[in-house]
């Protein structure tokens, strides 16, 4: 981002529709853009958000050595083993790491900052540039003024011997695909978590007018601490040639529909490669079987194939989940989120609040503070019906109105009643507040409100019917040692349960299908 007078851009200067504002393209070239409506490029249209220009905080690379119109056959892996101690740049390849997309991975020595990256070197079999190398090295340059926690970073762009390379972050953890591979499904919850992570980062691009148009689990790397990263901007993507076949470059298992028709590239077709990519996280396998002899046939099963879900739906993995990735894999793009802010909600709608079972000591504690909290209102009414009906209470002025006792006795439940209302809103208990507590599904979800209404009528049973038990004492005496006995049982029961069943459960818990965890704030997401 420069100014007409050379200037480093400000917030202020940012934050004013000033006609000197020019923004410089990945393509090379320089147009004028609002800081309000953003802009578009002249020559390669890409558009360029007004968020992102405000938040903007790369430097802009030169590509001009890369462009050339001569042409080229296709790319291969450069598989050479012999690079160890070759410099590309002031890179000096130490050990090779793999291969895949579109080059040969090597850890590499920056001689300059005596630090490790990684160098991604890709060989051109005929030893010659064209627009094709332009291109994925432009969307290179695009990677590169992405600031994002989930994007990995790249460092530099160049080439060495008619070889394009980038040198980009080094990370220590493997890519998702092989841990996929060594431990089978992704617990749901950390891959909702990736999933989050992923379409944060690509919200971010798309502000920048990039689709990383190759999202699988292969180019999701671990970074540690929970943090997965994402790589390979634009270095796999759909490529159509006028009046040839369309050919599709990219990961069979993962391309949208409208690419195999022939549409254009688009944030869906992203969002798509996502759908797949959590679905086999979380399954451990493809949403459907790729079915054909050749690899256009197999492609081409994106255009009819439906999502098989499990015939009996795991109980940790929330309904809603089938829903999100229904609707990221429809045929039709435009049946997808229209943006990815509206595909963040749905996806932080889902993600699971905590995983650490509350104590019992803990429990114990909140649990007793609220019936405290609730006897207190109750009191009143159990007092009222006591002294209407006790034969040696010298109030005799009470005692003539002892046909209030059942009015009296009914009327105590509007304590329940308006404390069942603001459970039912969304408030919570003063002892889950005060130690910290938080009632979640067993997938680890916020349960529906009807779902807690329900568990706080048999947790607070004792406090709720207390009144009621009175006034049976003493309008039919034989019913009370029934109605006093299932009153005091079931609490000793519901009690008990939380030493005998698996995660701490109480026997409402068990009923409500619920569980009770420690209030562990979600992490927030970049913006």
């Known amino acids: 981002m420069e100014s007409s007078t050379q200037l480093e851009p400000t ?9 000197g504002l020019v923004y410089h393209c990945v393509c090379g070239t320089e147009f004028r853009v609002d800081p309000v409506l953003g802009g578009e490029c002249i020559n390669c249209k890409r558009i360029v958000q007004s968020e992102a220009i405000r938040h903007t905080m790369s430097a802009t690379v030169s590509i001009s050595n890369f462009q050339s119109e001569e042409e080229v056959l296709h790319f291969e892996l450069d598989e050479r083993g012999n690079l160890i101690n070759r410099l590309y740049g002031h890179f000096r390849v130490d050990q090779k790491l793999g291969s895949g997309g579109m080059g040969a991975v090597y850890r590499a020595l ?20 064209n627009s094709r190398i332009a291109m994925m ?61 992923v379409a944060s980062a690509l919200r971010h691009a798309s502000q920048f ?23 390979d901007f634009g270095l796999s993507r759909i490529q159509y040639e006028p009046g040839q ?67 009996v739906w795991p109980s940790a993995i929330p309904r809603e ?16 989120y229209a943006t990815y802010d509206e595909l963040l909600v749905d996806l932080k709608s889902i993600e699971p609040v905590s995983t650490t079972t509350a104590g019992v000591a803990s429990r114990a504690a909140a649990y007793a503070i609220d019936q405290l909290f609730l006897l207190v209102f109750i009191a009143p009414f159990a007092i009222l019906i006591f002294l209407l009906n006790a034969d040696w209470t010298n109030v005799s002025a009470l005692r003539n109105y002892r046909w209030a006792t059942p009015i009296v006795a009914f009327a105590s439940l509007i304590v329940p009643a308006v404390y069942l209302t603001m ?21 680890g979800l916020p349960p529906r409100r009807q779902q807690l209404v329900t568990r706080e009528v048999l947790r607070n049973s004792f406090a709720w019917f207390s009144p009621l038990s009175l006034y049976m004492n003493f309008s039919n005496p034989l019913l009370l040692p029934i109605f006093a006995v299932a009153l005091v049982l079931f609490p000793c029961i519901d009690s008990t349960m939380i030493l005998l069943l698996k995660g701490r459960k109480s026997l409402h818990d068990y009923l409500c299908n619920s569980r009770v965890v420690l209030a562990v704030d979600r992490e927030k997401e970049p913006k």
């Open 423 to 443: 459970i039912f809103r969304g408030w919570e208990s003063i002892g889950r507040y005060l130690f910290q507590l938080r009632i979640v599904e067993v997938n």
């Open 110 to 129: 920056d001689t300059s900052l005596q630090r490790f990256v990684a160098v991604k070197i890709m060989r051109n079999v005929n030893h010659c540039v």
């Open 137 to 197: 090295l432009r969307e290179a340059v695009a990677q590169a003024r992405l600031n994002h926690p989930n994007v990995v970073t790249i460092y530099y762009v160049g080439r060495q011997d008619e070889e394009p390379f980038l040198a980009m972050e080094l990370l220590v953890g493997p890519p998702l695909s092989e841990k996929l591979k060594s431990e089978g499904a992704i617990p749901y919850a950390e891959s909702i978590r990736y999933g989050i992570q």
């Open 11 to 19: 917030a202020d200067i940012l934050s004013l529709a000033t006609p």
């Open 245 to 311: 076949p369309t050919t599709v470059s990219g990961t069979p298992a993962y391309v949208a529909p409208e690419l195999i028709q022939g549409n254009p590239i688009s944030i869906q077709s992203d969002m798509y490669a996502l759908g797949i990519t959590l679905f086999e996280l979380v399954f451990g396998r493809l949403p459907f079987e790729l079915v054909g002899t050749t690899v256009r046939e197999r492609i081409e099963t994106h255009l009819t194939a439906e999502v098989t879900f499990p015939l």
């Open 209 to 231: 007018g990039i689709v990383h148009a190759d999202i699988k689990p292969a180019n999701l790397l671990i970074a540690g601490g929970g943090l997965i990263k994402l790589s």
């Open 321 to 336: 989940f089938a829903n999100l990735i229904s609707r990221l894999l429809s045929k039709n793009p435009k049946d997808r």
